[in-house]
């Protein structure tokens, strides 16, 4: 099957230090893939890169063939890759609607108001609609950063550590969730949770210090006695 | 009452009550809330830059004085009549709005402050300048015969306030629709989170250049009648003084409400009058003024009243 996204020999420096140092990366159609490794080792950059918000220093990013090295991020999200933060970004002093109708006006939608409420029962905040998004607990404010996401109809979501401060309950819920958007969606997880990714999973990328350590299921990751060594057993 | 129809019915209420003034007040408040009314205009533009969008410009003088010179200049050398006149002053607040937003853009927060700056003392500088264009200094009066639409003479008090009282109330639809507007939502948007509107979809760029323009249109469309009801045009009005006075209505009616601008530009008008009555000190009383509400009411007037009593308030 054609690759949906490719990266080609990404490369980006921050002076001394290779946060990306050579990635090639492909993402098939409709998978779960999860992107992991020990902390720093340069994933949310690869995903940086791959949205658009970090311009690379060498390498090329194609989507479904058509290189898209150039077009700004915002321009990326209008061909369908919608990024949801690490470190949540919301409008906080905006109600839960308008947070996001934004999201959802950006698609031109027929009807705002019905496909916010749907969006929002979605992740579970059903009735939260009028809050001022500063409002919410942490744990929510989470699941509207993911509405925001879908509310983009994205074609592929790319969530980063969307788990964190999450409670085990609304860890389940959003498995599910996940679950039910492929393979309409194709799905890049940055994830620490190791339930989750090896639940989640299609398909796993372990990076290293900026490199790929290893591409493989699940099964195949687990048994990466390199992987094992770096991240895993440790 | 359904909250989209209490909005509308308020704002409605404001122009209805405007309208009766007229009939209510003595001649001379009747002049001076026709002033305010054309300054709340701006000021309604400025509002759309820096309360909605989060520009602050320092520059928005050489909007007004682009409405107000590209008003009286057709007057004075194409002979327009005065509605041509008014429209070629609001286009020309848009171009010039453009024209230094594609520039100033590319910078945000303090530099952009700068950069709005030095372009409305360049755009100052010019009209100086070009003296034999412009009048310099000096400046030149609107010729009576421009200042008639349909026969009407805009010099006369019934008049001048209705042309006022007319540009006021479809400047303040417009900016009610447009707030409430799905672009509207985008704005604020930009003003409260910007990298998270970008990674929505929004080129930050285009959206604030749109609203520049839109503020631009406002700004000249108040200029132009500036020249047109009071029948002056002069540099005075494109100096610094005439980038401040627009924020500080905005900052005292409330940044970010549809009516702040025209409550502030009131409250402001009124009280110059009142203090330079009572003191040739009066600047000092304007400025204890502002100091208490920064204190007391830092949202301005209707921020306050919006974040205690009324938050459905646009």
């Known amino acids: 099957m054609a690759a949906l996204m490719q990266a080609l020999g990404l490369v980006r420096h921050f002076g001394g230090l290779h946060a990306v140092d050579g990635v090639d990366l492909v993402l098939e159609p409709g998978e779960i893939h999860a992107l992991i490794g020990p902390n720093g080792a340069g994933k949310t950059t690869l995903v940086g890169l791959l949205s658009g918000r970090i311009v690379p220093d060498r390498g090329r990013v194609l989507l479904a063939g058509e290189d898209i090295t150039r077009l700004p991020a915002h321009a990326r999200v209008r061909r369908g890759i919608a990024y949801t933060f690490q470190i949540t970004s919301i409008f906080p002093?905006?109600?839960?609607?308008?947070?996001?109708?934004?999201?959802?006006?950006?698609?031109?939608?027929?009807?705002?108001?019905?496909?916010?409420?749907?969006?929002?029962?979605?992740?579970?905040?059903?009735?939260?609609a009028d809050r001022t998004a500063a409002q919410l607990s942490y744990g929510h404010q989470r699941l509207l950063e993911l509405a925001m996401g879908l509310a983009l109809h994205p074609c592929i979501l790319i969530l980063d550590e969307p788990t964190q401060g999450l409670a085990a309950g609304e860890i389940d819920s959003f498995r599910a969730l996940v679950k039910a958007l492929v393979p309409e969606t194709t799905v890049l997880l940055i994830e620490h949770n190791m339930d989750v990714v090896m639940d989640l999973a299609t398909r796993i990328t372990v990076l290293n210090f900026g490199r790929v350590l290893a591409t493989g299921t699940p099964d195949e990751i687990r048994a990466n006695a390199a992987v094992q060594e770096a991240y895993l057993g440790a | 009452m359904n909250p989209n129809a209490r909005v509308w019915v308020l704002h409605l209420a404001v122009i209805a009550g405007l309208y009766a003034a007229q009939f209510i007040l003595p001649p001379y408040h009747v002049t001076n809330i026709a002033r305010i009314m054309v300054l709340a205009v701006f000021a309604m533009g400025y509002n759309i830059a820096f309360g909605y969008t989060g520009l602050l410009s320092l520059g928005h003088a050489l909007f007004f004085a682009a409405g107000l010179y590209g008003a009286g200049l057709a007057g004075y050398f194409l002979e327009w009549s005065a509605l041509p006149s008014l429209l070629a002053g609001l286009m020309a607040g848009g171009v010039v709005a453009g024209v230094v937003g594609l520039l100033?853009?590319?910078?945000?927060?303090?530099?952009?402050m700068?950069?709005?700056?030095?372009?409305?003392?360049?755009?100052?500088?010019?009209?100086?300048?070009?003296?034999?264009?412009?009048?310099?200094?000096?400046?030149?009066?609107?010729?009576?015969?421009?200042?008639?639409?349909?026969?009407?003479?805009?010099?006369?008090?019934?008049?001048?306030?209705?042309?006022?009282?007319?540009?006021?109330?479809?400047?303040?639809?417009?900016?009610?629709?447009?707030?409430?507007?799905?672009?509207?939502?985008?704005?604020?948007?930009?003003?409260e989170n910007q990298e998270r509107s970008r990674m929505l979809g929004y080129n930050p760029f285009t959206i604030k250049l749109t609203a520049l323009v839109i503020s631009g249109l406002y700004a000249g469309a108040a200029?132009?009648?500036?020249?047109?009801?009071?029948?002056y045009v002069g540099a005075s009005f494109a100096t610094i003084q005439y980038s401040i006075l627009p924020m500080l209505y905005v900052l005292l009616g409330g940044a970010g409400t549809v009516l702040g601008p025209l409550v502030g530009a009131a409250v402001m008008f009124y009280l110059i009058d009142y203090?330079?009555?009572?003191?040739?000190?009066?600047l000092f009383l304007v400025g204890l003024a502002l100091v208490l509400l920064v204190i007391f009411a830092p949202r301005g007037v209707l921020g306050a009243v919006r974040e205690r009593w009324a938050r459905w308030l646009p």
Not at chain 2, 223 to 231: E, P, R, V
Not at chain 2, 275 to 282: E, G, L, M, N
């Open chain 2, 114 to 191: 700068i950069v709005t700056l030095m372009f409305a003392q360049a755009g100052y500088l010019s009209i100086l300048y070009f003296g034999s264009l412009t009048g310099g200094d000096e400046g030149f009066v609107v010729d009576a015969a421009r200042r008639t639409i349909a026969g009407l003479d805009l010099a006369l008090d019934g008049y001048r306030y209705g042309l006022a009282l007319g540009l006021f109330a479809v400047a303040l639809v417009c900016c009610l629709w447009l707030v409430r507007s799905p672009f509207g939502r985008i704005m604020v948007a930009m003003r």
């Open chain 1, 93 to 128: 002093r905006l109600s839960v609607f308008d947070n996001v109708a934004l999201a959802a006006q950006s698609q031109g939608g027929r009807n705002l108001a019905s496909s916010v409420h749907g969006t929002l029962a979605r992740v579970g905040l059903r009735g939260l």
């Open chain 2, 104 to 112: 100033a853009l590319r910078t945000a927060g303090v530099s952009f």
């Open chain 2, 275 to 282: 203090a330079s009555s009572v003191t040739s000190a009066y």
């Open chain 2, 223 to 231: 200029g132009a009648s500036y020249a047109l009801l009071f029948g």
